[in-house]
Each structure stands twice: as C-alpha cells, then as structure tokens.
C-alpha cells in the first residue's frame, strides 16, 4: 500500500501561471517532506523541503504547503516557467529503523506550455 | 551535476549474467542508498549503507548484492536476474544516515532479456 501517493500523474499549466502540484500520505510518523524534480535521463534533484512544525517554506518561486490534518502537502510554482517542465516526486521522511529513509510518490509530470 | 556519477548508464543483460553497476560520490558523504524505480511506480528504496557498513536492507532478493568498499564508492552486483527486475536503478548519497537530504546519480537503465 503507497504511503504517500500523487494523484495526478500529469499536469499542463500556461506559461506565467500557477502550477499546483498535490501530495498525500497516510503515514503519521513522517515528519519531513521533500519535493523532486527529474528531467529525462537524470537523477531526481531535491527542489525544497518542509519539516512537520511548518505549515509553509517559501524559495523563490517555489513555495510547499503543508496540512497535517488533512496529511495533505502541496508545491505551487509561480509563476511557471517552460524549463520547470520536469516530473516532480513528493517525497516523506522518517526514520523506521537506523536510518532516515525516504518513502516516494509515483511523481506528476509537470509541462509548462510556451 | 549533483556530484554523484553511475556506470553503465545503460546495460542489457542475460538471465544467466552477471554484471555490476557502480556509483561514485564526490561530495564527501557518509551514507549511500540504492533505490529502484520501476515504470509507473514509485522509487523504492533497496539498500542503505552508512560508513561502508549496510544498515538497511529493504526486503531485496539475494540476487542483488550490495558492496561498499569504502563510503565514495557503491557497487549492486546482479547475477540471475529476472525480466521484472528490468528497472532504472538510482544511487543517492547524504551528508549522514540522518540527513534528510539526499543526492542522486542519473542512474542506470536495466534491460534483463
């Protein structure tokens, strides 16, 4: 059973508008959550993060909501730019055993029309 | 560039081969990860090592074999694979085992015939 899942596995947004990009997860025990970002043919790239204490980080254009009530993150992109077409992971981090370890989405592949 | 680098990129093997894939971190970091990403599904963690020493192993068949010589380096040795475990394999690298944050290679792309 995926712990954390993205529902959208594609999204197309107009150039200079907003990209909202959802995340959920079941799992309690996280407490801090990471978004990636991978272009084709490279390894995903951390973009921001956000510990459970917050309810929002901001980074440039790149801003992640959190809502732990409703176990519910976001990562709105504003405005979009054709060069964040990319599939962005939502990822969730806790630490089960010795290590932290990363629990993934399946990603959303994100393209920002010209 | 994140730092850290995988070999092959790509590699198509037989079900009676065996091969190796390699990653290499230059950023001074203690813990290395292997992660497998299947087609639609999501990275899926399969090892952990901190310090050359495994400390994770998330349930893997032993047809995977992990292998850290030292903490840049971290080999996944393959041998009898199965056409299901055709994948895109990833390596990651953090500062520490308790650091959030983790970098990755551009990873490998496996064809099991």
């Known amino acids: 059973d995926q712990q954390v899942k993205q529902n959208s596995p594609s999204l197309s947004v107009q150039e200079g508008r907003i990209s909202i990009l959802n995340c959920d997860y079941t799992n309690s025990m996280f407490d801090y959550f990471l978004w990636y970002k991978k272009y084709p043919a490279e390894g995903p790239t951390f973009l921001i993060s956000i510990s459970s204490i917050k309810d929002k980080n901001e980074d440039g254009r790149f801003t992640v909501f959190l809502n732990k009530s409703a176990k519910h993150l976001s990562l709105h992109i504003v405005p979009s730019q054709p060069g964040d077409s990319a599939v962005y992971f939502c990822a969730a981090s806790d630490r089960p055993g010795s290590a932290r370890q990363l629990t993934f989405g399946s990603g959303t592949q994100l393209t920002v029309l010209p | 560039e994140t730092g850290v680098t995988q070999t092959p990129r790509h590699l198509v093997m037989g079900m009676t081969n065996k091969k190796s894939l390699k990653c290499e971190q230059h950023?001074?970091?203690?813990?290395m990860y292997w992660y497998k990403q299947s087609a639609k599904k999501p990275l899926e963690l399969m090892f952990v090592?901190?310090?050359?020493?495994?400390?994770e192993n998330n349930s893997v068949p032993s047809r995977f074999s992990p292998e850290c010589p030292n903490s840049s380096h971290l080999f996944l040795h393959l041998h009898t694979l199965q056409p299901e475990d055709s994948a895109l394999y990833l390596c990651?690298?953090?500062?520490?085992?308790?650091?959030?944050?983790?970098?990755f290679g551009p990873g490998t792309r496996l064809t099991v015939t």
């Open positions: 990651a690298s953090s500062l520490g085992t308790g650091d959030r944050e983790q970098y």
């Open positions: 950023l001074g970091h203690n813990a």
């Open positions: 090592y901190s310090l050359e020493e495994r400390v």
